[in-house]
């Protein structure tokens, strides 16, 4: 009964942990100078000149997320005359989910000064400017 509880606890937690803020992350790039971003990102993905002068660039990072639930365990394990016990959490079947954050940049006189990001809230927020 204590182990319902204490499940249905930490599901609970897990659902009210807000998502990502991409906003956030999109406004630390703003006025960024290209080469900031480039030494963070890397080369971009695609680039192109836009007719009214600016420049835009495209990063594109892909990742995969587990989908597994977490299991508590516990280990017996022994040898060379001792016996040890420990314990821990496994992550339970599931496999995983592509996560995709698509950052397209548009620069004048080399910062930014616009921005379209797509994809996962979670993942793209992890881009924030550090």
């Not at 890397?42 to 680039?47: D, E, K, N, V, Y």
């Not at 989908?67 to 959490?89: D, Y």
Request: proline share 4%.
């Amino acid at each position: 009964m204590r182990w319902t509880a204490l499940l249905l606890l930490f599901l609970a937690a897990c659902a009210s942990t807000p998502e990502g803020d991409i906003g956030s992350a999109r406004s630390s790039w703003q006025g960024a100078a290209y080469e900031d971003i480039v030494r963070s990102w890397g080369a971009p993905t695609r680039s192109t000149k836009l007719p009214d002068g600016r420049d835009a660039h495209t990063w594109v990072s892909e990742t995969v997320a587990s989908r597994g639930s977490l299991w508590p365990s516990i280990g017996i394990f022994g040898g060379s005359g001792g016996v040890g016990f420990g314990t821990g959490v496994t992550m339970g079947p599931g496999g995983g989910e592509l996560q995709r954050c698509e950052r397209t940049l548009f620069f004048e006189n080399g910062r930014v000064v616009d921005q379209n990001w797509q994809g996962s809230s979670d993942y793209c927020s992890s881009f924030r400017r550090g």
